[in-house]
Structure formats: structure tokens, C-alpha cells
């Protein structure tokens, strides 16, 4: 069983930025893919960045310019940079690994973007 333990959500107001953190009860390196999505209220789930083994990066569009996805592997542990919030990023994140044909998921954390 894998489990994944994220960090960090918090009301914040619109500008503002927080980091999210999920950490991992296993070497990060053993996933060949790490991620963070994000669902809003009445919404699907996202896909918000990714991180490959290989340390390649992918965003979506809407985060492109404001997020930076990193990782600490002495710490096990992925990060979620958020800058220059908006409303619209109001959502649960969740951290996602991938490894041998496997999702695995955390419990998720609220971020809520307000003034």
C-alpha cells in the first residue's frame, strides 16, 4: 500500500501564493510519474502538473506561467508552487503517483482562493 500525505492547502487571498506538499512513504524515484490534480465544487478532476522520473515537467494551461511542480528526493517528498492565485484556483488537490500500471492518491487538501 502506497500512501501519499499532502500539505499546505489554505484560504489565501487572490495574488497571493502557498505550497502545497505531498509526501510519500516510499523513494519518489520508484513512481515513473508524479503528479498533483485539483477538483473544484461540481467539477471533474484535472490534471494540474506532472513530473516524470526523468524530472520532466508538464503543466496545464491554465497554471502555465503561475506553478512550479519539484521534488525533494532526500525528503520524499513533491511540491506544488503557487503563485499569483486567482479564484478560480479553488479546489482540493490531490497528489497522484504512478508505477506499474498503478494509480495511487492522496487524501487531498483545500485551497481556497478569497477576498
Known amino acids: 500500500q502506497v500512501q501519499l500525505v499532502e500539505s499546505g492547502g489554505h484560504l489565501v487571498q487572490p495574488g497571493g501564493s502557498l505550497r502545497l506538499s505531498c509526501a510519500a512513504c516510499?523513494?519518489?524515484?520508484?513512481?515513473?510519474?508524479m503528479a498533483w490534480h485539483r477538483q473544484a465544487p461540481g467539477k471533474e478532476r484535472e490534471l494540474v502538473a506532472r513530473i516524470l522520473k526523468t524530472g520532466s515537467t508538464e503543466y496545464a494551461d491554465p497554471v502555465k506561467g503561475r506553478f512550479t511542480i519539484s521534488r525533494d528526493s532526500a525528503k520524499n517528498t513533491v511540491y506544488l508552487q503557487m503563485n499569483s492565485l486567482k479564484p478560480e484556483d479553488t479546489a482540493v488537490y490531490y497528489c497522484?503517483?504512478?508505477?506499474?500500471?498503478?494509480?495511487?492518491w492522496g487524501q487531498g487538501t483545500q485551497v481556497t482562493v478569497s477576498s
Open positions: 497522484n503517483a504512478y508505477s506499474n500500471w498503478k494509480n495511487f
Open positions: 516510499r523513494s519518489i524515484f520508484s513512481f515513473e510519474i
